[in-house]
């Protein structure tokens, strides 16, 4: 089973604040990645990282931010939350031989 | 550039019924690639992997997929399809490459009618 953990699971917070979505993993995975998916639709790359203080930007813009200070700790941040930012975040994490990835449980951000 | 096409969003199936689900793929070279399920309200759940083995890969819950280099596709199957499939399925591809990032298609629903 995998073990990788996002909090919270769902988070209402009010336009202007500033959230950090937690992504945590015990596999020791050097690759760690986060998505943005709205309900019911594809995935979206918006954030990955290689290893310790690799990261990179995915496929769809986005104005959150992450660090990977840790092996085991992949933090999403966004500054100033926007009701656009309302979507499911989800973090996964993967083997570098096989490329299976293990995928949290996900984070749903309302932002009203 | 790698990318992955799933054809049609939905899929509607009687109990017992076969299953199938489409997915292509592009890849300048011979990819990793995956099938993942996502239940309602949760992450996604590996189903399979083709990792240049054998080309037809079996899965959890009795899934199955095909590797077809000449058709550059990598379709879902099940026999008999059960109401708890019912659920989000997605294809992904990954290439070789050692800083590869795994590439999700926009996903297919399968509905299950009893």
């Known amino acids: 089973e995998a073990d990788i953990y996002q909090t919270p699971r769902y988070l209402v917070i009010g336009t202007g604040k500033k959230i950090t979505l937690e992504c945590s993993q015990t596999?020791?995975?050097?690759?760690m990645y986060w998505y943005q998916q709205d309900p019911g639709m594809e995935l979206h790359l918006i954030h990955y990282?290689?290893?310790?203080?690799?990261?990179e930007k995915g496929d769809l813009s986005s104005e959150s931010t992450v660090s990977r200070i840790r092996t085991e700790h992949f933090p999403l941040t966004l500054e100033s939350a926007r009701p656009s930012h309302t979507s499911q975040y989800l973090c996964?994490?993967?083997?570098?031989?096989?490329?299976?990835?293990?995928f949290g449980q996900g984070t749903r951000l309302t932002v009203v | 550039a790698q990318s992955v096409t799933q054809l049609g969003s939905h899929v509607s199936v009687s109990e017992g019924a076969l299953v199938l689900l489409r997915c292509n793929y592009s890849?300048?070279?011979?990819?990793?690639l995956f099938w993942y399920v996502q239940y309602p309200n949760q992450g996604l759940q590996l189903l399979l992997k083709?990792?240049?083995?054998?080309?037809l890969v079996k899965g959890i819950n009795g899934f199955e997929a095909e590797f077809k280099k000449s058709e550059t596709s990598f379709h879902l199957t099940k026999p008999s399809a059960h109401m708890s499939d019912a659920a989000e399925y997605f294809c992904?591809?990954?290439?070789?490459?050692?800083?590869?990032?795994?590439?999700f298609g926009k996903g297919i629903t399968l509905s299950v009618r009893p």
């Open positions: 890849s300048s070279v011979p990819p990793y």
């Open positions: 992904a591809v990954s290439d070789p490459g050692a800083n590869s990032k795994l590439t």
């Open positions: 990282s290689y290893g310790v203080n690799s990261t």
């Open positions: 996964a994490s993967s083997e570098s031989s096989s490329r299976k990835a293990f």
């Open positions: 083709y990792t240049s083995a054998a080309t």
């Open positions: 596999m020791g995975h050097d690759k």
